[in-house]
Every structure is written in structure tokens, then in C-alpha cells.
């Protein structure tokens, strides 16, 4: 008897401890960095992100990422993994939207230069809208040639040069913030650029009033922008001369006393001029050859034409700012993948910036009214009285937006 109380006291101690163990495992793994560990993971093999060896026998062996760490910290939590040697890291730029789809709109990834390093920063908290503030722009803006404010993203402002990332594309929805966005690019570039040659064609006759007596002209019809695309074009033939005088292969390259000023051409509703071939081969050619004759696009539509978007232009249009769209097929024909379709109609603002991949940022609001007076001191020449009487623009077409709280 004595025996079989020892044995089941020790029993009774070893299903204690087989217990506490369990237990202490399953707290472990409940951990939340466990929980994102697993997460990862299973995101690596469901979307087939490996490196792909032959092994003994052509065996096929994969080699999935490493996770170095897992940190959390009050706003984010972010996830630090090392792609295996060989792996190309397209595979996961390309792949972003599984991030997002796995982990939610607050995942954002970045890689650092060694091309096999990558951080995924999971963030819990969104941008709220804010005010276009001229002095917060000139902070994240000098020493850029031609400076591009987008707005804020969880992880900071984001500023881009247009030099170094040439052409933009902006679309969305009607209301969704593209109006505005495309009068705070121009705005930034007006206040931040000296001596800017800016040509506007506002084919919807509703936006770029507010640019008369600034830009070097502003028309209304494709017959005014054909005389423009004409112009530019001889501009650009004139300034490839120079470079070959110069031998060298960049306008920025030239002596100060012989270099151009930058021109920037805005095209406001660029769809409806897919019909007018003239117009779009200038266009092209400027998207083509413009970087370094200093001739940039900005292009900005509703809707997303793949018959005007074919390759040729829309590789060349480096950077998108893709508001809401109104699918999914409308969002992959503007960024590649199906998000702009995910903003919500109340997310007034809010944008798929692609460059170096996706991410999620809030635009800065800018009224026309206070857009208008951080102008006048730029423009050269007053309107004229029939010029002042700006077209309205169709209220089922305004783009202001007024929002209060986090989107």
C-alpha cells in the first residue's frame, strides 16, 4: 500500500508539472508575438514565398524567410525578416496586398538597402484629415528640385522629387479628394519652384482657373492643348540639342548660366482625350523623353482608361495617387492591385500612393479660398473680367471635403 501512495503521489506531482507545462506553453504560444510569428508564416506559404533549391535527387527543397524579431510598441507592431539568399525581393513588393489582406490596412512594408532585409510595420492607429499647412510643407521640402507633398502615411510624411520619380498620375471618384490633391501639388510646386513654366488644360473647365496669370497659359479645349503639346514638343527638340552641344545627359547637368527652368504640364481629365491621337502622342513623348529635357507630366482622371492608359504611357507614369475607385478592376488598371477599391466613400482624401510599392496615406485638404491667397503673390498677370467669372464646378462633382475625427 505504502509502494502504490508513493507511485501515486509522484503521479499525481509529474501530471502537475505535465500540466503546468502545458499550460506555460499554451500561454506562450497565446503571446501576441507568437500569434504574429504564426501570422507571418502562414502568409510565406500560403502566398508561395520561397526560395526554391533542388535538393538530392532533384528534390525540391524551400527556403522560407527567417523572422529575426517581433517588437511592439504603443502605435504598431512591426516584424523584421530576412529574405534567403537568391530570393528576389520583387516577390514580396509585388505581393504587398497579402500583406494588407493577412494583417489589415495598417500594414505597411519597407526594405532597407542590402535588397533582402525587409520590415513589416503592422499599425493600429489612421491618419486623421488635415489642413494643407505651407510652413509644415516647406519643412519636409528643401533641397528638392521639384518637390511632390503627397500628405501623411502612419510611418510620416511622405515627399517625393519628381526629377528623380518622373510623371504622376492622379485618379479617383468624383468627391473622393482628387481635385484637391491635384491643387496641392500645384500649389507646393508654384510656392517651392522658381521660375516653374506651368501649362494647365482643364478639360473639364472647372479646376485650374485658380492658375490664370501663374501657369504660362491655361486652356479649356483639346485645340489649346494641342498648341501647347505642339510647343513643348519643339521646346523639347530645341533642349535635346543643347545636351548634345554640352555632352551630357541631363538638363540639370548643364552649366547654371545655359539651364532651362523646369515645366511641368497638368492635364485635368486626360480620358477625354483618347479619342484625339495628336494630342496623346505628345503626351507620350513627353512621358517618354521628358525626365531629362526637364518636361514633366501630371495627369488626373476619374476613371482609369486602359485605352489611355496603355503600356507605353503608364509605364512611364513612375508615381500613382489613386483615390477611391469604384472597383476593383478601375484600381488595378490605375496601381497594379485592387486597394483604391477598398477606401470608403466617407475616407475623403485618403489615397494608394505607389511608388516603391503601396501604401496608405491621407492627402492634405486645401480650399480654394486659402489656396487663391498663398497664390497672389505669384501671379504675374490679373485675370481678366471674363477670366475672373471662374466656371463652377457642378456639385455633383466638388471634391472639398470637411471631415472631423480619424478616418
Known sequence: MLVSGVTLVAAAKLAGAGGSGVAAWLVWRSMPDQVFRRKLMYLFRFGNLYYKINGYKGRELRSYPIIKRVSSYLDRTEAAFVLPVGMDPTRITENEWLFRQVFGAGAELSMSEDAKTFVLSVYSTSVAPFEYDAAEVDEYTPGLNLPIYVGRSRSGDMVYDMVEHPHLLIAGETGSGKSVALRS????????????????????????HLFRGIAQEVVMDAAGLHRIVLKLRREMRERGDLLDRYEVAHVNDLPIWDRPPYIVLAVDEVALLKK???????????????????????????????????????????????FRHADEINSRITI??????????????RLVLK?????????????????????????????????????????????????????
Open 185 to 208: 501639388v500645384l500649389t507646393t510646386l508654384i510656392r517651392r519652384v522658381p521660375g516653374l513654366e506651368l501649362y494647365c488644360a482643364d478639360m473639364k473647365r472647372s479646376e485650374f
Open 276 to 322: 484625339k491621337a495628336d494630342i496623346m502622342e505628345g503626351i507620350e513623348e513627353i512621358a517618354t523623353i521628358g525626365r531629362a529635357l526637364g518636361v514633366f507630366l501630371i495627369l488626373s482622371m476619374q476613371r482609369p482608361d486602359a485605352d489611355v492608359l496603355d503600356g507605353k504611357l503608364k509605364n512611364n507614369l513612375t508615381v500613382r495617387m489613386a
Open 336 to 349: 497594379g492591385t485592387a486597394e483604391a477599391a477598398a477606401i470608403k466613400q466617407s475616407e475623403k482624401g
Open 355 to 407: 511608388l516603391d510599392g503601396c501604401r496608405y496615406v491621407q492627402g492634405p485638404h486645401l480650399e480654394l479660398t486659402a489656396a487663391r491667397e498663398m497664390l497672389e503673390p505669384y501671379r504675374k498677370v490679373e485675370p481678366t473680367a471674363s477670366e475672373a467669372q471662374a466656371p463652377r464646378e457642378p456639385a455633383e462633382e466638388q471634391d472639398e471635403y470637411v471631415e472631423v475625427g480619424l478616418l
